[in-house]
């Protein structure tokens, strides 16, 4: 999938756990490992909101997109 979630650098950089996240955001620590591994399909707007305020930090530092390689085989 070429959107990759990068949720486990914003906590390492903000000396966080998926834990205390949890905590802060509400949201469960399964659901938050399920988004940190790359295993959701979808995220709502107010779960990114709320680790975005949690992390102090930007969707875009959440979110990153790399285009799948379309070369010929």
Do not use: H, W
Request: aromatic share 2%; charged share 25%.
């Amino acid at each position: 999938m070429p959107i990759i979630v990068n949720l486990d650098v914003v906590l390492a950089t903000r000396k966080m756990r998926l834990g205390e996240l949890a905590e802060r955001t509400g949201i469960t620590v399964s659901n938050l490992s399920i988004l940190k591994t790359g295993k959701a399909k979808a995220v709502r707007f107010s779960t990114l909101e709320a680790i975005c305020s949690a992390l102090d930090c930007q969707p875009g530092d959440l979110l990153q997109y790399i285009p799948e390689d379309k070369s010929p085989q």
